[in-house]
């Protein structure tokens, strides 16, 4: 998916050619190419986004950043920034005119990563995610090969890991209790991951988006 490059140059090409949806983000992102360009001159052109990128970059461009990563597209990459917000709710956007929809920090959308997960009820998640029941149904939607909506539901129960551990969340290594979701349908079986902050904000997930795009992977890496 040519969208989603795994070189973070190409994408600030794009922007800065505006071909992107933010250009306001265009000094930023020059500085952060101009930053890559030259450890690139030093060494080989590392293949995550992490490695060129540091706080300082990400308070330039002045928003809420996530870094996707799509594993069963080659690991693909790409940063995505806070769009808009609705109740609870962020519409994320790429450089390239994709959307990621985080409802509380679980998945309930995508858009522009063909085969689209088009919503997702989650209100029995969040309850199960805030431990509230260790059981909830989700249904997701999604548009068949007639543009017709078609609902999958799923029967989902939930294990919460004792203690903490450390994951990669905001360009460092941080403590998060680590919670699994295993997901039943008719015709699949999915199991997501969510790791939270005290504050029970979900930092980092795996998440099943749908067959066409497979699990999608998101860290924060600014608010």
Not at 47 to 53: C, K, S, V
Not at 102 to 131: C, F, K, N, Y
Not at 189 to 214: C, H, K, P, T
Request: with cysteine; aromatic share 6%; hydrophobic share 45%.
């Amino acid at each position: 998916m040519k969208a989603l490059s795994t070189i973070l140059l190409a994408a600030g090409a794009l922007l800065l050619a505006g071909c992107g949806p933010r250009n306001e983000f265009a000094q930023a992102w020059q500085a952060i190419q101009a930053a890559r360009s030259q450890n690139a001159a030093q060494q080989a052109q590392p293949t995550d986004l992490r490695a060129g990128l540091t706080p300082a970059m990400l308070a330039e461009v002045g928003r809420p950043t996530v870094l996707v990563t799509l594993p069963e597209r080659d690991n693909v990459q790409a940063l995505f920034f806070e769009e808009a917000r609705n109740a609870d709710t962020v519409t994320w956007l790429s450089v390239a005119n994709e959307f990621v929809l985080l409802q509380r920090g679980a998945l309930s959308g995508t858009r522009g990563l063909g085969g689209d997960l088009m919503s997702a009820d989650l209100a029995e998640v969040h309850a199960a995610l805030a431990g509230r029941r260790t059981q909830a149904v989700r249904i997701h939607r999604r548009l068949d090969g007639e543009n017709h909506t078609v609902a999958e539901s799923y029967v989902c129960d939930y294990v919460r890991r004792p203690g903490t551990e450390a994951v990669t969340a905001y360009l460092a290594q941080v403590q998060a209790r680590r919670v699994d979701e295993t997901c039943t349908g008719v015709d699949r079986v999915f199991e997501n991951r969510y790791w939270l902050a005290d504050s029970g904000r979900i930092i980092r997930a795996v998440q099943w988006a749908g067959e066409a795009i497979g699990y999608l992977n998101y860290e924060r890496l600014r608010d």
